[in-house]
């Protein structure tokens, strides 16, 4: 008898191979031993930065997190010398989020990686089904908001 799949707990599974994935490359000495999660929080800090400010409110938007998580990975990151928060002058409230020389070292290094990763991720996907796939995502993602 066949058990009927469940959109949610399939999506759960998936997200929960891929955040093991990232984490078993990215854990090792050599990639400073952060999780997956904070090594693609400063990868969207180096990109974004090269064109504007980044604070704690963009990350948690970005990646879909609660303001206390991310609140405690940017301690972390912080604690480990990847990270800088510097206050901004126009508004008291607002630190923005910049990368040490150390950081940007290591995202040079783990760009590749993550590379490869896309590319055995979507391997086994014509381009049809890609953009299929995003698209059902995106439909999934406007039915939780």
Partial sequence: MNEKRIIGFEIKSISNMIRRKLDDTFCAPEFGGLTGMQNAMMGYIMRQAEHRDVFQRDIEKEFGVRRSTVTVMLQNLEQKGYICRIPVSYDARLKKIIL????????????????????KLEENLTEDEKEQLLYLLDKIRQSLK
């Fill in 100 to 119: 040490t020389e150390k950081a940007e070292k290591l995202q040079q290094r783990i760009r590749a990686e993550i590379d490869l990763f896309h590319e």
